[in-house]
């Protein structure tokens, strides 16, 4: 009985016929291949289109506005955004956010330019940095544990700070930077097709972490994201996320990323 109750609930939001449910999506700009405007000012991206294609099925709208990535949590905690893509998870933001189920792999690596220095010699990061090479990546963001640390060594190593993506993508294609980290799908994504080729992964992996949609608790009930996750598990159990990710991640990018596309 309580299963068929449970059953129910999942599959009569909206709750009445002519109730319209409509989320909106807050995003910070350009995040490719996941998140970006098209030449036609229209948002796309993997996953934005897996976000649609569920809130489809479940008969809602989808609408976006974008926001201040130094806002976004703020505004999705008042409610005057209701969804955000690509949240990692912690206890802190569990308290005031509803969390999807992980519907993709966040996978953070070491990039180097095969044609100008070998860094497969190494077995690891720290290996690396202690030869003196200079690596570049954006110390605002999260890369696991073990960046976190080499940011608080008293030792200086050689890991320079860059804000934006394609200043990092610049220093490093015009070789004034031995290593890229960042993660694997949006670095050899952003990088221009005639440069992808001169591109090697390092096989170390620096993080790896679930990715999850993140829900307002002012604006959505559990029970919705309980009904949100039955969609986005029909997708996991096909082949429509694998292919969303190939229309979205150049063939060459696909073919060396070390998860070609993660499922779950």
């Not at 299963?3 to 009445?16: C, D, G, R």
């Not at 796309?44 to 990535?69: H, Y």
């Not at 940011?151 to 993506?165: G, I, M």
């Not at 670095?187 to 993140?214: G, L, M, T």
Request: one cysteine or more.
């Amino acid at each position: 009985m309580l299963k068929t109750i449970i059953l129910l609930l999942l599959f009569s939001f909206p709750a009445a016929a002519n109730e319209t449910c409509t989320l909106v999506l807050g995003y910070s700009g350009d995040w490719p291949p996941y998140i970006l405007k098209n030449s036609n000012d229209e948002v796309t991206g993997a996953d934005f289109d897996i976000l649609k294609n569920i809130i489809n099925q479940m008969e809602c709208k989808l609408t976006t506005v974008k926001v201040p990535i130094n806002r976004l949590l703020m505004e999705l905690e008042k409610g005057t955004i209701d969804v955000a893509t690509g949240a990692s998870k912690t206890r802190k933001r569990e308290k005031s956010f509803h969390y999807s189920q992980p519907y993709r792999i966040e996978v953070i690596r070491l990039m180097y330019d095969k044609e100008h220095v070998n860094l497969d010699r190494f077995s690891n990061l720290q290996q690396v940095l202690d030869d003196g090479n200079l690596v570049v990546l954006n110390k605002s963001a999260w890369y696991g544990r073990e960046i976190a640390k080499l940011k608080e060594n008293k030792q200086k190593y050689n890991l320079v700070h860059v804000d934006k993506l394609s200043t990092r993508l610049k220093l490093f294609s015009n070789q004034r930077a031995d290593g890229f980290i960042a993660d694997e799908v949006v670095s050899c994504s952003s990088f221009p097709a005639d440069y992808r080729s001169k591109i090697a992964f390092h096989p170390y992996v620096i993080n790896r972490n679930d990715v999850y949609f993140i829900f307002s608790k002012k604006t959505t009930i559990s029970v919705f994201v309980e009904r949100f996750n039955f969609y986005l598990q029909q997708l996991q159990n096909s082949n429509v996320i694998t292919d969303i990710y190939r229309k979205h991640i150049p063939h060459d990018c696909f073919e060396m990323l070390s998860l070609s596309q993660n499922k779950h």
